[in-house]
């Protein structure tokens, strides 16, 4: 059965540094992979994914991520945080049929 | 309009009641899914459609529960007998159909529902 954790809770971060939020899965044939943010009483918006190709995938609004196969993690990263990249952030994997999503991590940019 | 909606935004209900819950998707997606998510959590995967054929169906789906999608456009998901344990956010979301697997959903801002 596929699968996705997230480690941490909550990440904080300084703006102006780099941010790394983390996230493992476990599939059994090949992963499509995902990240979401989530704002305050919004819908999820999708920021990148994985399918094939690149290990290093660029998203929107600065983000990137990086598959890495042999530690099955595809965590999601920005070279300087804004304070307005706060937000609750989910991974997902997708084998067949619908996605599955991690628990979420709550990112804190401060100021 | 270009997204997926969702009607209506908030619903507070007192327990036993039924509550119907709507989402237009995007019209050119095919593929329609109902997630819920309670506060701390991930959306978790209740069902979805493709076209009006209902595909498959979370064992988080219990008989109180049932979706359409008629004609294959928008979608109902209602609730019967409400219980404090269905307090959530209801997420609906669309897609392209299996050659999709790669894309991303587009989600709607979801109905928060509210059980008293």
């Known amino acids: 059965a596929q699968s996705v954790a997230q480690p941490e809770d909550q990440v904080n971060v300084a703006e102006g540094n780099p941010l790394t939020v983390k996230c493992t899965y476990s599939?059994?044939?090949?992963?499509?992979l995902f990240w979401y943010v989530q704002y305050p009483n919004r819908g999820l918006q999708f920021l990148l994914k994985?399918?094939?190709?690149?290990?290093l995938v660029k998203g929107s609004y600065g983000f990137e991520a990086e598959f890495n196969k042999s530690q099955t993690s595809f965590h999601l990263k920005k070279p300087s945080a804004l304070v307005s990249d706060s937000a609750l952030y989910f991974c997902?994997?997708?084998?067949?049929?619908?996605?599955?999503f991690g628990t979420g991590t709550r990112l804190k940019v401060l100021a | 309009d270009t997204g997926v909606s969702q009607d209506p935004r908030h619903k507070i209900t007192k327990r036993g009641q039924n509550v119907t819950f709507r989402c237009d998707p995007i019209?050119?997606?095919?593929?329609l899914y109902w997630y819920r998510q309670t506060l701390g959590q991930g959306p978790e995967f209740l069902t979805y459609?493709?076209?009006?054929?209902?595909?498959?169906k979370s064992r988080l789906l219990s008989d109180r529960f049932s979706a359409e999608r008629p004609k294959g456009s928008f979608s109902t998901l209602e609730i019967q007998r409400t219980e404090q344990g269905d307090s959530a956010m209801y997420l609906c979301?669309?897609?392209?159909?299996?050659?999709?697997?790669?894309?991303?959903?587009?989600f709607g801002s979801g109905t928060r529902l509210t059980v008293v």
């Open positions: 599939v059994s044939g090949n992963p499509y």
């Open positions: 994985y399918i094939t190709g690149d290990n």
């Open positions: 459609f493709q076209n009006e054929a209902q595909l498959e």
């Open positions: 997902a994997v997708r084998e067949e049929g619908p996605y599955i």
């Open positions: 019209s050119e997606h095919n593929r």
């Open positions: 979301a669309s897609s392209l159909g299996w050659s999709g697997v790669g894309y991303g959903y587009t």
